[in-house]
Protein backbone atom coordinates (compact mmCIF):
# COMPACT_ATOMS: atom_id res chain seq x y z
CA UNK A 1 0.00 0.00 0.00
CA UNK A 2 2.83 1.97 0.65
CA UNK A 3 5.50 3.40 -1.78
CA UNK A 4 9.33 1.84 -1.56
CA UNK A 5 10.23 4.98 -0.62
CA UNK A 6 8.19 5.21 2.23
CA UNK A 7 9.59 1.96 3.72
CA UNK A 8 13.31 3.36 3.26
CA UNK A 9 12.35 5.83 5.20
CA UNK A 10 10.97 4.48 7.96
CA UNK A 11 14.15 4.90 10.34
CA UNK A 12 14.81 8.81 9.49
CA UNK A 13 10.59 9.42 9.94
CA UNK A 14 10.73 7.84 13.60
CA UNK A 15 13.48 9.70 14.71
CA UNK A 16 11.76 13.11 13.03
CA UNK A 17 8.27 12.28 14.90
CA UNK A 18 9.88 11.83 18.04
CA UNK A 19 11.29 15.26 17.97
CA UNK A 20 8.12 16.56 16.66
CA UNK A 21 5.77 14.71 19.30
CA UNK A 22 7.67 15.44 22.36
CA UNK A 23 9.40 18.97 22.05
CA UNK A 24 5.95 20.96 22.76
CA UNK A 25 6.19 23.25 25.32
CA UNK A 26 4.06 22.85 28.73
CA UNK A 27 2.50 26.19 27.69
CA UNK A 28 1.40 24.42 24.52
CA UNK A 29 0.04 21.39 26.30
CA UNK A 30 -2.68 24.12 28.25
CA UNK A 31 -3.45 26.13 25.49
CA UNK A 32 -4.43 23.55 23.22
CA UNK A 33 -6.08 21.06 25.46
CA UNK A 34 -9.40 21.10 23.17
CA UNK A 35 -7.48 21.14 20.05
CA UNK A 36 -5.38 17.84 21.35
CA UNK A 37 -8.89 16.14 22.49
CA UNK A 38 -10.60 16.62 19.22
CA UNK A 39 -7.41 15.75 17.24
CA UNK A 40 -7.09 12.63 19.90
CA UNK A 41 -10.71 11.50 18.57
CA UNK A 42 -10.69 12.41 15.07
CA UNK A 43 -7.24 10.22 14.77
CA UNK A 44 -9.48 7.90 16.59
CA UNK A 45 -12.49 7.43 14.86
CA UNK A 46 -9.74 7.13 11.23
CA UNK A 47 -8.14 4.63 12.98
CA UNK A 48 -11.29 2.34 13.99
CA UNK A 49 -13.42 2.86 10.27
CA UNK A 50 -9.78 2.05 8.61
CA UNK A 51 -9.40 -1.08 11.05
CA UNK A 52 -13.16 -2.30 10.25
CA UNK A 53 -12.82 -1.57 6.40
CA UNK A 54 -9.46 -3.85 6.15
CA UNK A 55 -7.28 -0.89 5.09
CA UNK A 56 -3.62 -1.86 6.40
CA UNK A 57 -1.54 0.90 8.35
CA UNK A 58 1.59 0.67 10.35
CA UNK A 59 2.58 1.92 13.61
CA UNK A 60 4.43 4.84 11.92
CA UNK A 61 1.28 5.94 9.39
CA UNK A 62 -0.36 6.42 12.27
CA UNK A 63 1.87 8.53 14.59
CA UNK A 64 2.25 10.89 11.49
CA UNK A 65 -1.33 11.18 10.71
CA UNK A 66 -1.86 11.93 14.64
CA UNK A 67 0.79 14.46 14.57
CA UNK A 68 -0.57 16.11 11.53
CA UNK A 69 -3.99 16.31 13.14
CA UNK A 70 -3.04 17.73 16.19
CA UNK A 71 -1.10 20.47 14.41
CA UNK A 72 -4.20 21.16 11.92
CA UNK A 73 -6.49 21.35 14.92
CA UNK A 74 -3.97 23.28 16.92
CA UNK A 75 -3.74 25.73 13.78
CA UNK A 76 -7.45 26.16 13.18
CA UNK A 77 -7.41 26.84 17.22
CA UNK A 78 -5.06 29.93 16.65
CA UNK A 79 -6.93 31.54 13.86
CA UNK A 80 -10.20 31.34 15.94
CA UNK A 81 -8.74 33.20 18.36
CA UNK A 82 -6.75 35.62 16.38
CA UNK A 83 -9.93 36.36 14.57
CA UNK A 84 -11.38 37.03 17.46
CA UNK A 85 -9.01 39.22 18.71
CA UNK A 86 -8.46 41.34 15.38
CA UNK A 87 -12.14 41.90 15.80
CA UNK A 88 -11.54 43.15 19.31
CA UNK A 89 -8.56 45.57 18.23
CA UNK A 90 -11.29 46.71 15.58
CA UNK A 91 -13.54 47.99 17.72
CA UNK A 92 -11.68 49.62 20.23
CA UNK A 93 -10.04 51.54 16.71
CA UNK A 94 -6.87 49.73 17.50
CA UNK A 95 -5.42 49.49 13.64
CA UNK A 96 -1.79 48.15 14.54
CA UNK A 97 -3.24 45.38 16.67
CA UNK A 98 -5.59 44.58 14.11
CA UNK A 99 -3.16 44.24 11.40
CA UNK A 100 -0.92 42.59 13.57
CA UNK A 101 -3.62 39.86 14.22
CA UNK A 102 -4.27 39.79 10.14
CA UNK A 103 -0.26 39.01 9.63
CA UNK A 104 -0.21 36.18 12.18
CA UNK A 105 -3.70 34.72 10.67
CA UNK A 106 -2.23 34.83 7.01
CA UNK A 107 0.54 32.67 8.47
CA UNK A 108 -2.14 30.59 10.08
CA UNK A 109 -3.91 29.91 7.29
CA UNK A 110 -0.80 29.11 4.76
CA UNK A 111 0.56 26.69 7.45
CA UNK A 112 -3.16 25.13 7.40
CA UNK A 113 -2.53 24.38 3.13
CA UNK A 114 0.54 22.72 3.42
CA UNK A 115 -0.98 20.18 6.22
CA UNK A 116 -2.05 16.92 4.01
CA UNK A 117 -5.83 16.66 5.28
CA UNK A 118 -7.08 13.40 6.75
CA UNK A 119 -9.11 10.97 5.38
CA UNK A 120 -13.25 10.99 6.72
CA UNK A 121 -15.09 8.50 7.56
CA UNK A 122 -17.49 8.69 4.86
CA UNK A 123 -15.00 9.01 1.63
CA UNK A 124 -13.25 5.51 3.33
CA UNK A 125 -16.21 3.60 3.34
CA UNK A 126 -16.90 5.06 0.04
CA UNK A 127 -14.19 4.05 -1.54
CA UNK A 128 -13.13 7.44 -2.18
CA UNK A 129 -9.96 8.64 -0.47
CA UNK A 130 -6.37 7.94 -1.79
CA UNK A 131 -4.82 6.61 0.71
CA UNK A 132 -1.21 5.22 -0.85
CA UNK A 133 -0.75 9.26 -2.05
CA UNK A 134 -2.33 10.00 1.84
CA UNK A 135 0.61 7.85 3.43
CA UNK A 136 3.25 9.55 0.91
CA UNK A 137 2.41 13.07 1.26
CA UNK A 138 1.93 12.35 5.41
CA UNK A 139 6.16 11.18 4.72
CA UNK A 140 7.39 13.96 2.88
CA UNK A 141 5.58 16.52 5.29
CA UNK A 142 7.22 15.02 8.23
CA UNK A 143 10.26 14.81 7.08
CA UNK A 144 10.32 18.38 5.56
CA UNK A 145 8.04 20.34 7.44
CA UNK A 146 6.52 19.63 10.44
CA UNK A 147 9.68 20.47 12.89
CA UNK A 148 9.22 24.30 11.43
CA UNK A 149 5.44 23.81 11.82
CA UNK A 150 5.53 22.58 15.11
CA UNK A 151 8.14 25.29 16.03
CA UNK A 152 5.96 28.03 14.60
CA UNK A 153 3.32 26.55 16.37
CA UNK A 154 4.34 26.35 19.75
CA UNK A 155 6.00 30.19 19.40
CA UNK A 156 2.46 31.50 18.09
CA UNK A 157 0.14 30.56 21.29
CA UNK A 158 2.28 32.52 23.64
CA UNK A 159 2.13 35.26 21.53
CA UNK A 160 -1.43 34.91 20.46
CA UNK A 161 -2.41 34.85 24.19
CA UNK A 162 -0.22 38.13 24.69
CA UNK A 163 -2.76 39.69 21.39
CA UNK A 164 -5.95 38.41 23.54
CA UNK A 165 -5.06 40.40 26.55
CA UNK A 166 -3.75 43.70 24.57
CA UNK A 167 -7.11 43.38 22.50
CA UNK A 168 -9.01 43.25 25.53
CA UNK A 169 -7.39 45.74 27.32
CA UNK A 170 -8.85 49.03 26.28
CA UNK A 171 -12.41 47.40 26.07
CA UNK A 172 -12.47 45.02 29.22
CA UNK A 173 -13.73 41.26 28.25
CA UNK A 174 -16.11 40.88 25.28
CA UNK A 175 -19.73 40.92 26.29
CA UNK A 176 -19.67 43.72 28.82
CA UNK A 177 -18.17 41.42 31.27
CA UNK A 178 -16.07 42.88 34.80
CA UNK A 179 -13.31 40.39 34.86
CA UNK A 180 -10.32 42.07 32.51
CA UNK A 181 -7.99 38.81 33.14
CA UNK A 182 -8.81 37.46 29.40
CA UNK A 183 -6.55 34.26 29.43
CA UNK A 184 -5.81 33.54 32.53
CA UNK A 185 -5.64 30.48 34.42
CA UNK A 186 -9.00 28.97 35.92
CA UNK A 187 -9.98 26.28 37.61
CA UNK A 188 -13.05 23.19 37.37
CA UNK A 189 -14.04 21.95 40.24
CA UNK A 190 -15.95 18.62 39.07
CA UNK A 191 -18.27 16.59 41.25
CA UNK A 192 -19.55 13.77 40.15
CA UNK A 193 -22.47 11.75 41.64
CA UNK A 194 -23.87 8.72 40.77
CA UNK A 195 -25.32 5.16 42.25
CA UNK A 196 -22.84 2.22 41.17
CA UNK A 197 -23.69 -1.14 42.11
CA UNK A 198 -21.27 -2.23 44.84
CA UNK A 199 -21.09 -5.78 43.08
CA UNK A 200 -21.15 -5.33 39.39
CA UNK A 201 -19.74 -1.61 39.35
CA UNK A 202 -22.07 -0.51 36.99
CA UNK A 203 -24.40 2.30 37.01
CA UNK A 204 -21.94 5.34 36.84
CA UNK A 205 -20.35 7.68 34.24
CA UNK A 206 -16.63 8.49 33.55
CA UNK A 207 -16.07 12.10 33.31
CA UNK A 208 -13.13 13.53 31.40
CA UNK A 209 -12.11 17.50 31.20
CA UNK A 210 -10.23 18.27 28.37
CA UNK A 211 -8.84 14.88 28.29
CA UNK A 212 -8.21 14.55 31.84
CA UNK A 213 -9.77 11.97 33.75
CA UNK A 214 -12.11 12.98 36.96
CA UNK A 215 -10.66 10.23 39.11
CA UNK A 216 -11.87 11.59 42.52
CA UNK A 217 -15.43 12.39 43.41
CA UNK A 218 -14.51 15.81 43.60
CA UNK A 219 -11.73 17.02 41.59
CA UNK A 220 -9.98 20.45 40.36
CA UNK A 221 -8.88 20.97 36.31
CA UNK A 222 -6.91 23.81 35.09
CA UNK A 223 -8.56 25.63 32.25
CA UNK A 224 -8.22 28.65 30.69
CA UNK A 225 -10.77 31.99 30.44
CA UNK A 226 -11.52 32.72 26.98
CA UNK A 227 -10.83 29.12 25.97
CA UNK A 228 -13.90 26.30 25.72
CA UNK A 229 -13.28 23.46 27.42
CA UNK A 230 -14.59 20.29 26.87
CA UNK A 231 -16.90 17.55 29.10
CA UNK A 232 -16.37 13.74 27.60
CA UNK A 233 -18.76 11.44 29.03
CA UNK A 234 -18.06 7.73 29.26
CA UNK A 235 -20.62 5.68 30.96
CA UNK A 236 -20.68 2.55 32.76
CA UNK A 237 -23.76 0.28 31.96
CA UNK A 238 -23.67 -3.24 32.85
CA UNK A 239 -22.20 -4.52 29.92
CA UNK A 240 -19.25 -2.22 29.73
CA UNK A 241 -18.64 -2.69 33.72
CA UNK A 242 -18.85 -6.72 32.91
CA UNK A 243 -16.08 -6.02 30.24
CA UNK A 244 -13.75 -4.02 32.82
CA UNK A 245 -13.70 -6.23 35.42
CA UNK A 246 -13.63 -9.56 33.80
CA UNK A 247 -12.15 -12.60 34.51
CA UNK A 248 -11.04 -15.19 33.07
CA UNK A 249 -13.14 -18.17 34.25
CA UNK A 250 -11.92 -22.51 34.04
CA UNK A 251 -11.64 -23.00 30.56
CA UNK A 252 -12.13 -19.34 29.55
CA UNK A 253 -9.64 -17.47 27.67
CA UNK A 254 -10.04 -13.41 27.03
CA UNK A 255 -9.07 -12.68 23.04
CA UNK A 256 -9.39 -9.07 23.57
CA UNK A 257 -11.24 -5.90 24.85
CA UNK A 258 -11.51 -2.53 25.61
CA UNK A 259 -14.58 0.02 26.71
CA UNK A 260 -16.61 -1.01 23.24
CA UNK A 261 -15.90 -4.77 22.81
CA UNK A 262 -15.12 -8.18 24.18
CA UNK A 263 -14.06 -11.30 22.80
CA UNK A 264 -13.28 -14.37 25.06
CA UNK A 265 -13.09 -18.63 24.00
CA UNK A 266 -14.93 -21.29 26.24
CA UNK A 267 -12.63 -24.73 25.79
CA UNK A 268 -14.31 -27.40 27.84
CA UNK A 269 -12.56 -30.23 26.23
CA UNK A 270 -15.65 -31.72 23.92
CA UNK A 271 -16.18 -27.71 22.64
CA UNK A 272 -14.33 -24.80 21.74
CA UNK A 273 -16.30 -21.69 21.26
CA UNK A 274 -15.91 -17.70 20.93
CA UNK A 275 -18.04 -15.13 22.30
CA UNK A 276 -17.97 -11.43 20.99
CA UNK A 277 -19.96 -8.26 22.34
CA UNK A 278 -19.89 -5.13 20.51
CA UNK A 279 -21.55 -1.95 21.53
CA UNK A 280 -24.05 -1.21 19.36
CA UNK A 281 -25.16 2.07 20.28
CA UNK A 282 -24.83 4.66 22.90
CA UNK A 283 -26.48 8.04 23.18
CA UNK A 284 -26.72 10.44 25.98
CA UNK A 285 -29.46 12.53 26.69
CA UNK A 286 -28.20 15.72 28.80
CA UNK A 287 -29.82 18.28 31.19
CA UNK A 288 -27.97 21.42 31.85
CA UNK A 289 -29.19 23.72 34.42
CA UNK A 290 -28.29 26.64 36.57
CA UNK A 291 -26.16 28.28 33.72
CA UNK A 292 -26.31 31.55 33.06
CA UNK A 293 -26.53 32.42 29.48
CA UNK A 294 -24.34 35.82 30.47
CA UNK A 295 -21.37 34.29 31.94
CA UNK A 296 -21.20 30.73 29.81
CA UNK A 297 -23.30 28.79 27.11
CA UNK A 298 -22.70 25.09 26.03
CA UNK A 299 -23.07 23.22 23.03
CA UNK A 300 -23.33 18.99 22.49
CA UNK A 301 -21.95 17.08 20.31
CA UNK A 302 -20.32 13.72 19.60
CA UNK A 303 -17.05 12.56 19.64
CA UNK A 304 -17.03 9.48 17.15
CA UNK A 305 -14.66 7.31 18.73
CA UNK A 306 -16.80 4.68 17.78
CA UNK A 307 -19.83 3.90 15.53
CA UNK A 308 -23.09 4.27 17.19
CA UNK A 309 -21.72 6.93 19.84
CA UNK A 310 -24.19 10.27 20.07
CA UNK A 311 -23.85 12.70 22.26
CA UNK A 312 -20.98 12.36 24.23
CA UNK A 313 -19.38 15.91 24.52
CA UNK A 314 -20.68 18.79 25.82
CA UNK A 315 -18.24 21.98 24.79
CA UNK A 316 -18.29 25.01 27.45
CA UNK A 317 -17.45 28.60 26.71
CA UNK A 318 -16.79 31.00 29.23
CA UNK A 319 -16.61 34.49 30.46
CA UNK A 320 -16.84 35.05 34.00
CA UNK A 321 -16.47 32.42 37.16
CA UNK A 322 -20.01 30.14 36.59
CA UNK A 323 -21.37 27.40 38.31
CA UNK A 324 -23.99 24.66 36.67
CA UNK A 325 -25.67 21.29 36.86
CA UNK A 326 -25.35 18.28 34.56
CA UNK A 327 -27.73 15.46 34.30
CA UNK A 328 -26.54 12.74 31.96
CA UNK A 329 -28.20 10.07 31.04
CA UNK A 330 -27.42 7.35 28.79
CA UNK A 331 -28.83 4.46 26.96
CA UNK A 332 -27.14 1.42 25.09
CA UNK A 333 -27.81 -1.59 23.21
CA UNK A 334 -25.13 -4.35 22.52
CA UNK A 335 -24.64 -7.09 20.12
CA UNK A 336 -23.58 -10.73 20.84
CA UNK A 337 -22.30 -12.80 18.49
CA UNK A 338 -21.50 -17.01 20.24
CA UNK A 339 -20.73 -20.37 18.91
CA UNK A 340 -22.77 -22.69 21.23
CA UNK A 341 -22.92 -26.60 21.17
CA UNK A 342 -26.37 -26.05 19.41
CA UNK A 343 -24.90 -23.78 17.06
CA UNK A 344 -24.71 -20.28 16.43
CA UNK A 345 -26.67 -17.26 18.38
CA UNK A 346 -26.58 -13.51 18.26
CA UNK A 347 -28.13 -11.88 21.13
CA UNK A 348 -28.37 -8.26 22.56
CA UNK A 349 -28.63 -6.72 25.10
CA UNK A 350 -29.83 -2.80 26.53
CA UNK A 351 -28.11 -0.67 29.10
CA UNK A 352 -28.36 2.46 31.00
CA UNK A 353 -26.28 4.41 33.39
CA UNK A 354 -26.61 7.82 34.70
CA UNK A 355 -25.20 10.52 36.70
CA UNK A 356 -25.15 14.40 38.41
CA UNK A 357 -22.00 16.28 37.65
CA UNK A 358 -21.92 19.96 39.61
CA UNK A 359 -19.43 22.11 37.65
CA UNK A 360 -17.83 25.07 39.77
CA UNK A 361 -15.57 27.47 37.58
CA UNK A 362 -13.17 30.19 39.27
CA UNK A 363 -10.31 32.26 38.86
CA UNK A 364 -7.47 29.85 40.36
Known amino acids: MKSLSSARSFSRATATLAVCIFSTTAYSQVIYQSADLIARETVNQIQYTMKDLGIPTSQVDIKRMEFAVQQQQRLVELRKRLTL ?14 KECQTDLARVNQMLKE ?18 SYWDNLNSFTKLRAPGIEKAVNTLGPKVEKLEKGSKGAGGESGGGSNATGGSAYEAV ?34 RLGQPFVVKLVAVDARRAFIRNFEEPTNTTKN ?17 GTTTWNMSSEEYLVGVSG ?21 D ?19 SEWKSHAQRPGGIRDGSEKGSAKATIQLNIYPR
Open 291 to 311: LNSDSAQYTQSSSGLQPGIKN
Open 190 to 223: VTVSATVDAKTKAGGVDVFINGVKVDRTKQSVSI
Open 313 to 331: LITFKFTRPFQATIQAAMS
Open 85 to 98: ASREFSSNNNASGA
Open 256 to 272: KSDDYMISYTTDNGSFK
Open 115 to 132: IPQPPTAELLKKNKFNCP
